[in-house]
């Protein structure tokens, strides 16, 4: 069964509906969920067996006792994920049609279901009516359908600080997690990098999901145009024949400069226009944090 359309996703009114629709999609398509439970912690020290894997050798208590030793882990079974959805003026481009806020909002609603699905905890931070609002991160279907609510119910508006959304949703998750920002990182660029970054160095699995209307990319209008910030509300007359490509340039050096700082970073990117079907969007991003995360990932219990 071939993805539905962005607009159809759209169009309906049921959030919990559409996302449920779009995780049906993935699950159809054969897509395991990458949310597993990954923190590991120390559970004890056993004498070295031959066959175990000498990465797990203690070597600074070999030193102290001259006895091998193999260190053992144990696997959390639960996760803790923070979606952050980006709330800002820009977020309501385009005004006729899909808005990025609500690819947005569907996005979120979507991976939080997959998550709640999975047995683990999501939670939401963002930012309405000036001030942040914060759902915990929990589990079961009375805290995921409370959680799609308030995603529903959100706007875009001029009020987004995303450094401090981001600071406070990482520092509210009770250990190490997944931070998920959905937005289309237009505000604070090196502020909000500058926070990713400190995320990331907390010890949190961070993902950018960078949002971009195709217009947005494009510049499609002729003649002279009257251009808003949707941020600022500054208007500006335009030439756009003579300045469509300049812009693209420019654009391309934003997204470039996102992606660039997300790798050096160890952050997750995704570039998702809104013309492509939340289902598709989804799954090249968990695909691609599944293949990240399966390379180096701590067994549950190393016992030999």
Excluded at 34 to 61: C, I, M, N, V
Excluded at 194 to 215: C, N, T, W, Y
Excluded at 227 to 252: F, I, K, Q
Aim: net charge positive; charged share 25%.
């Amino acid at each position: 069964m071939s993805a539905l359309s962005p607009a159809v996703i759209a169009a309906i009114a049921d959030l919990e509906l559409a996302a449920r629709l779009v995780v049906e999609g993935l699950r159809t398509g054969g897509h395991r969920s990458p949310f597993h439970g990954y923190s590991t912690e120390f559970r004890q020290h056993r004498p070295y067996r031959a066959g175990d894997d000498l990465k797990y050798l203690d070597w600074k208590l070999f030193g102290r006792s001259d006895r091998l030793y193999t260190r053992q882990f144990r696997e959390t079974t639960n996760l803790s994920v923070m979606i952050v959805l980006d709330t800002s003026a820009s977020m309501a481009f385009p005004e006729q049609g899909l808005s990025k806020l609500r690819y947005g909002a569907i996005a979120a609603a979507a991976l939080s279901y997959l998550v709640a699905e999975q047995g683990h905890a999501v939670g939401l931070m963002t930012m309405a009516d000036k001030k942040l609002s914060y759902v915990p991160a929990r589990g079961g279907r009375q805290h995921l359908r409370a959680l799609l609510a308030r995603i529903d119910r959100l706007a875009p508006s001029a009020d987004w600080d995303a450094p401090r959304v981001i600071a406070r949703g990482a520092q509210l998750l009770q250990r190490r997690g997944v931070v998920i920002v959905v937005s289309d990182f237009y505000d604070a660029e090196d502020e909000t990098r500058r926070e990713l970054r400190r995320v990331v160095q907390r010890g949190h699995d961070v993902a950018m999901l960078q949002l971009v209307s195709p217009a947005e990319l494009s510049l499609p209008y002729d003649g002279h145009v009257e251009l808003e910030d949707l941020e600022s509300g500054t208007r500006r007359l335009v030439d756009a024949a003579a300045t469509a490509p300049h812009y693209r340039l420019a654009m391309a050096d934003f997204l470039e400069r996102c992606r660039g700082h997300a790798l050096r970073d160890g952050i997750d990117y995704a570039f998702i226009a809104t013309d492509t079907p939340p289902e598709v969007a989804l799954r090249d991003y968990l695909v691609r944090r599944s293949s990240r995360h399966a390379v180096g990932r701590a067994p549950r219990a190393v016992t030999k």
